[in-house]
């Protein structure tokens, strides 16, 4: 760890919202993704704060009516849609991210995905990329909750690891750019030939599969 924070206390001290909203703050800092055998990947907290990235117009383009953005973060993908015409809310639970995505031209709200969440059973697209996929350790889970979100021939849009990507759930921590890190919290990671399963499991099913520019993604909907 950097910045003499590399106690235990340290390391079970800071929420994740708290170090992934240091980042987003920092200029140039870097966050990283710290997993339980010691590996630290890098997070591109830089990427998302910017403009669109290579790979988010072929996700955009499918996004032909009400998007729900899960995870909007800085909301690029949002604010987007919104410049393009297409009605657009982002959610994300860390108030500075959504603060983020207001000043770029994004309606956005900061919401749990498992609360409350306005347009229940309305949305034409609900988009979980940047991995959000991962988010509370259990794709099945999330799956089924972001189901019931859509309109009947609604469709769920994810963004994948790519080939060879083990999927499953695991626990990981957030190293911010002061040296924070966060207590462990769930996450999961889901690879291309992961998810037909997992969307099965949740009442959903494999409606199409892409790869742009090294991204992988996939989109799923309804089982009749």
């Known amino acids: 760890?950097?910045?003499?924070?590399?106690?235990?206390?340290?390391?079970?001290?800071?929420?994740?919202?708290?170090?992934?909203?240091?980042?987003l703050r920092s200029?140039?800092?870097?966050?990283?993704?710290?997993?339980?055998?010691?590996r630290r990947e890098p997070v591109p907290v830089?990427?998302?704060?910017?403009g669109l990235i290579p790979g988010d117009a072929s996700l955009l383009r499918?996004?032909?009516?009400?998007?729900?953005?899960?995870?909007?973060?800085?909301?690029?993908?949002?604010?987007?849609?919104?410049?393009?015409?297409?009605?657009?809310?982002?959610i994300d639970v860390a108030p500075f991210a959504?603060?983020?995505?207001?000043r770029a031209g994004a309606a956005a709200l900061c919401r749990d995905v498992f609360g409350r969440v306005p347009g229940e059973g309305r949305w034409s697209a609900l988009v979980l990329a940047d991995g959000n996929i991962g988010i509370g350790g259990d794709p099945v889970r999330l799956l089924a909750r972001v189901a019931g979100l859509l309109a009947?021939?609604?469709?769920?849009?994810?963004?994948?690891?790519?080939?060879?990507?083990?999927?499953?759930?695991?626990?990981?921590?957030?190293?911010?750019?002061?040296?924070?890190v966060s207590r462990s919290f769930p996450w999961s990671l889901v690879g291309t030939?992961?998810?037909?399963?997992?969307?099965?499991?949740?009442?959903l099913h494999v409606t199409e599969m892409w790869c742009d520019p090294g991204r992988h993604f996939a989109a799923l909907g309804r089982c009749r």
């Open 1 to 23: 760890m950097t910045g003499g924070r590399s106690t235990t206390a340290a390391v079970h001290r800071w929420c994740p919202t708290a170090v992934y909203e240091a980042a």
């Open 27 to 38: 200029v140039d800092g870097p966050l990283w993704v710290r997993h339980l055998d010691g």
């Open 46 to 50: 830089d990427q998302w704060r910017g």
């Open 62 to 90: 499918r996004c032909d009516g009400p998007t729900l953005d899960v995870g909007c973060g800085p909301g690029r993908l949002t604010a987007a849609l919104t410049a393009r015409g297409v009605p657009a809310l982002g």
């Open 98 to 102: 959504v603060r983020l995505a207001r």
């Open 152 to 180: 009947p021939a609604g469709r769920v849009l994810i963004e994948l690891g790519p080939p060879g990507t083990p999927t499953g759930p695991s626990l990981i921590r957030l190293e911010g750019p002061d040296g924070r």
């Open 193 to 203: 030939e992961g998810i037909a399963g997992l969307a099965a499991a949740a009442g």
